[in-house]
């Protein structure tokens, strides 16, 4: 089983759509949860810091169930610039805060 | 303030050739590492630094040597480059625990 595992998508949502990502780990010690965003040929760019009691950042809202080893992602009123890839990222107790990375769902807005 | 510094943007090598990839950050952060990212994967670990002084191996260090002699400056060496190390090249810092500031990568071709 990987360590993150996320749904490659690509999700294909009008302008004005919900979307929701999730993301599930494999290894129950890890400490720290991440949205990273990366645009095409470009680096990942943090989105967001995932915590335990949820965590909302004008239209994007995260959430972590740590009993289910889960993260989830929601935007709201997506705009044709949220049309990205979106990396799920978790780092473990000890890993020298090494980051261990998904490989992404990737979105597209359509007009 | 630049953040973190990738050099060269793009290279193109032949099959046995060396060379160095640079990266410096301006933000005094520890910890510094060097990814890599293949088409439709996630990013791998390949090296990484807690410190000036110390490095350590990531998940695909084979082929790959790093030096981290100030805290500004991790460059990555490739030696007998092989058409496998064909792949984009990201660099990033981070204070421990926190996400990653990355550099905007290298594309490298190795044919």
């Known amino acids: 089983r990987k360590e993150v595992e996320q749904d490659p998508g690509p999700f294909n949502v009008p302008e004005g759509a919900t979307v929701a990502f999730n993301c599930t780990y494999s290894n129950s010690a890890s400490q720290s949860f991440f949205w990273y965003r990366q645009d095409c040929r470009k680096e990942p760019k943090l989105l967001m810091s995932?915590?335990?009691s949820g965590n909302e950042d004008g239209r994007f809202t995260a959430q972590l169930n740590r009993a289910s080893q889960y993260i989830s992602l929601l935007i709201r009123d997506s705009k044709l610039s949220d049309s990205a890839t979106y990396l799920c990222v978790v780092t473990q107790r000890g890993s020298q805060g090494n980051l261990i990375f998904g490989k992404g769902t990737k979105l597209s807005v359509k007009p | 303030n630049a953040g973190v510094t990738q050099t060269p943007k793009f290279r193109i090598l032949k099959i046995g050739q060396s060379m160095t990839l640079q990266c410096t950050q301006d933000?005094?952060?520890?910890?510094m590492y060097w990814y890599r990212q293949d088409p439709g994967m996630g990013l791998k670990l390949i090296y990484y630094s807690v410190g000036a002084g110390i490095t350590d191996k990531g998940e695909v260090p084979n082929g790959y040597n790093v030096s981290r002699s100030t805290t500004e400056d991790f460059p990555l060496r490739l030696e007998l480059a092989a058409p496998s190390q064909t792949s984009v090249y990201f660099c990033a810092s981070s204070y421990p625990g926190n996400g990653y500031t990355f550099g905007s990568g290298t594309r490298l071709t190795v044919v």
């Open positions: 933000m005094n952060h520890n910890y």
């Open positions: 995932v915590y335990s």
